[in-house]
């Protein structure tokens, strides 16, 4: 699988855009870049996905290098709720779904 | 409506004893998952299966079984718990023909003494 570096934590302030940071420099032509983020003591909840093109749901923005070996998912207005590990994850399309999570970014948000 | 769920949410038993979690998803897809979160809060897969079918399974000690009665169903029995099976045990869904998009449950934690 190929593999995603992210920072350990970030933090924001409420109302104040965030920006995390994920780099995949191995990541392969048909891996679709994914974003979930996971709030405390809940389950893994989707955010955002993307192959190549930017991307804008209700939720985030997911900005894409040209070279997709980095990508940038923003929250542009933080709010308290949005404090979650946030895991970046490459998955492709003959892996069945197979999502492998990594460490992740813890963000905290303050008031 | 809860779009996937899973019961029990806590479950505490003692080493040796077997026990089972069950998932229910009312989405409708066809590929459910198990993961496993281990006190690091590392987030594992476990198993998978496709409309009754297993498709994915990790190296995961056989004392663990998916049973998946039918595809709104995905069950995990373990047997013969052990020390380090307490985790948070969550299930998950996705529709086919889509890029990956997972629905996950609120997750069970099991914490074995």
């Known amino acids: 699988d190929a593999k995603t570096t992210q920072p350990n934590s970030m933090e924001s302030n409420e109302e104040e855009p965030v920006h995390l940071p994920c780099n995949h420099s191995t990541i392969s032509g048909t891996d679709y870049i994914h974003w979930y983020r996971q709030l405390p003591s809940q389950g893994p909840e989707y955010v955002i996905h993307g192959l190549t093109s930017n991307v804008n749901n209700r939720m985030a923005s997911l900005a894409i290098a040209e070279d997709r070996k980095s990508s940038t998912l923003i929250l542009h207005r933080a709010t308290l709720r949005d404090a979650a590990v946030y895991y970046c994850i490459l998955a492709g399309g003959t892996s069945y779904g197979k999502l492998t999570f990594g460490q992740g970014t813890i963000l905290t948000v303050h008031p | 409506d809860t779009a996937v769920s899973q019961t029990p949410k806590y479950l505490v038993t003692q080493m040796g004893n077997d026990k089972s979690i069950k998932c229910e998803q009312n989405?409708?897809?066809?590929?459910m998952y198990w993961y496993k979160q281990d006190s690091k809060k590392f987030l594992k897969i476990m198993f998978s299966?496709?409309?009754?079918?297993?498709?994915i399974n990790e190296t995961v000690p056989n004392r663990f079984s998916p049973k998946s009665p039918d595809k709104a169903h995905l069950n995990l029995h373990i047997n013969s718990l052990e020390l380090g099976d307490s985790a948070v045990y969550f299930c998950?869904?996705?529709?086919?023909?889509?890029?990956?998009?997972?629905?996950f449950g609120p997750g069970t934690r099991l914490t074995v003494l």
């Open positions: 299966y496709n409309n009754k079918e297993l498709i």
């Open positions: 998950a869904s996705r529709p086919s023909g889509t890029t990956d998009t997972q629905y």
């Open positions: 989405l409708g897809h066809d590929t």
